[in-house]
């Protein structure tokens, strides 16, 4: 009996695809310093002064973290009433869209920042392109810089 192979499933279509980290997070970082600790030598312990050392190093790595977000969110806010264009992908494969609008709100899920164009969400890595519409009022132009004497 012969065995085929499954090329097409119906079910294999809603298992999300492994995405392979880039880089490493504070959490990724405590789960090496908390292995480290667990796998060290009892004989010839670690240095408090080690300890220290990565405890501080993970601490200026979330202030970071937690900057960076600060940074993105108060990036975001400040587009609301803005008209951006953003290219995100099209429908077809490799095709890309462009969409111009006026920033409407901002959505925060987490650590995700969207902003909302049109009814559609788009990341701020989406944005191509920022104008302001606000146009100030022009004062009244006076006539080769002579005033009106009769007052």
Not at 94 to 121: A, F, P, Q
């Amino acid at each position: 009996m012969a065995i085929t192979a499954v090329e097409s499933s119906p079910y294999l279509s809603d298992i999300p695809a492994r995405v392979a980290k880039t880089e490493l997070g504070k959490d990724d970082f405590m789960k090496l310093l908390i292995t480290q600790m667990q796998n060290q030598d009892p004989l010839e312990p670690m240095d408090n002064n080690e300890y220290i050392a990565q405890m501080a190093q993970l601490s200026s790595l979330e202030q970071m973290s937690n900057l960076s977000q600060s940074f993105q969110t108060s990036q975001a806010l400040s587009l609301v009433g803005k008209t951006v264009t953003a290219t995100t992908t099209g429908q077809e494969v490799g095709s890309t869209e462009e969409i111009t609008g006026k920033v409407s709100k901002v959505t925060i899920s987490g650590k995700t920042v969207l902003i909302v164009v049109d009814g559609k969400e788009f990341s701020l890595s989406d944005i191509t392109e920022v104008s302001d519409d606000t146009v100030s009022e022009v004062p009244a132009a006076t006539t080769s810089g002579v005033e009106d004497s009769n007052v």
